[in-house]
């Protein structure tokens, strides 16, 4: 399915991005775990996770990632490049979180003949608040010559 284009001009900074929630549970990290092949037992066992200090299991970087990513790249379009993309995974998504990922503009401008977005994505929970902060930097395609 092909998204809808975003274009450089068409940009308000202060834009919300459109963004989306998921339940965490112990089934979705186990598929998550299983398919990435990151094994290490804080994201599978629970009492190991507690004797680290942790309250239970959690998701890892990599689905976080992936998460931020899909905020960005459903909003951008398939003819956006996603330059960069920068996180801090601060707090956990645990089982019985429900993890909403958000996303909104915060700049615009042209480098170098590109048309950059610069965007602040994160993913909270009503647990935590936000568990982790990032930014992105965009290139759109634009309208003009």
């Known amino acids: 399915m092909k998204r809808p284009q975003r274009y450089w001009e ?19 990290i ?19 996770a507690r004797r680290a200090g ?6 890892n970087t990599g689905f976080i990632q992936g998460a931020l990513v899909r905020v960005i790249t459903d909003w ?24 909403v990922c958000k996303g909104r503009v915060v700049d615009k401008y042209v480098r170098d003949g590109q048309h950059y977005v610069e965007c602040e ?14 930014r992105a930097w965009i290139i759109l395609p634009t309208r003009g010559p």
């Open 10 to 28: 068409d940009v308000q900074v202060g834009e919300e991005l459109p963004g989306f929630s998921l339940e965490i549970n112990t089934r979705r």
């Open 30 to 48: 186990f598929l998550q775990i299983s398919g990435t092949q990151d094994w290490y037992p804080l994201h599978f066992d629970s009492q190991f």
């Open 54 to 59: 942790h309250p239970d299991l959690f998701m």
């Open 76 to 99: 951008m379009g398939d003819e956006g490049f996603l330059k960069k993309l920068y996180f801090e995974m601060r707090r956990q998504q645990r089982p019985g979180d429900v993890m």
């Open 121 to 134: 994505v994160w993913a909270e929970n009503e647990r935590e608040g936000i568990t982790t902060p990032g």
